[in-house]
């Protein structure tokens, strides 16, 4: 199976602050990587597919790259609703479909 | 809009077998860009993929649940369902239904439609 880490397990920021979340892939996944948001109680959303492209509706200050083994996702100006938890996931590897452990963004 | 909703039992004994519904309104699932998928999630902990299916009766397992896991379809009802026999204390999680969207021309699957999830406790 296909180990999917995320980096940091969790971060403290303010509003305002550019956030990174690192992804790592066990093996090459080319771009088959989606990026989603979770709220407590809430089910996930989806932020990012295919390493780079917006979900529609999903605000311009969320972006995602990477490629191969390497992802990122990126807050350019963190606001008050983006407090959640952030999960990675590949879909390369039909059927596993690795998620992340997931990253929590906390407010400072 | 497409909405996507679960349903069953919320409480299931050990060495039972644990049966969920995900009923889809606001679009069919007759798609070949559509595929039912499972996802759990245990108190707080990750999100772990279980199990997807497409209309017709395409299926993939994660292979370390494969044994125990069946997904289905059911066309007319608009419906697709989950079964995972001999469950423990380490079933017990927030079982989410989401739409797989498997876009044909690039080969991409990613969850775009989530329902609101339910909880399920194995206990006795």
């Known amino acids: 199976d296909i180990q999917m880490t995320q980096s940091p397990s969790s971060l403290s920021a303010s509003v305002g602050d550019r956030v990174i979340i690192t992804c790592r892939a066990s093996?090459?996944?080319?771009?088959?990587l989606n990026w989603y948001q979770q709220k407590p109680g809430k089910a996930p959303k989806l932020l990012i597919y295919?390493?780079?492209s917006l979900q529609s509706g999903v605000p311009s200050r969320f972006s995602g790259s990477g490629s191969g083994t390497d992802f990122t996702l990126t807050i350019s100006s963190l606001q008050p609703e983006d407090f959640a938890t952030y999960y990675c996931q590949e879909s390369y590897s039909t059927p596993s479909l690795t998620f992340g452990g997931g990253t929590k963004v906390e407010i400072k | 809009q497409l909405q996507l909703q679960e349903s069953g039992p919320g409480l299931v004994k050990p060495s039972e077998t644990l049966s969920l519904t995900c009923t889809v309104s606001g679009g069919s699932i007759s798609s070949s860009s559509f595929y039912g998928g499972w996802i759990r999630q245990p108190p707080g902990k990750g999100l772990e993929f279980i199990a997807a299916i497409n209309y017709s009766g395409i299926t993939y397992y994660k292979p370390s649940l494969r044994s125990r896991v069946t997904i289905s379809v059911d066309l007319s009802k608009n419906q697709f369902s989950l079964t995972l026999s001999s469950v423990t204390a380490a079933d017990s999680a927030m079982y989410y239904c989401?739409?797989?969207?498997?876009?044909?021309?690039?080969?991409?699957?990613?969850?775009?439609?989530w329902g609101q999830g339910t909880l399920v406790t194995v206990s006795s």
């Open positions: 093996q090459n996944i080319n771009n088959y």
């Open positions: 989401a739409r797989q969207y498997y876009d044909v021309l690039t080969g991409y699957y990613y969850f775009d439609r």
């Open positions: 295919a390493a780079s």
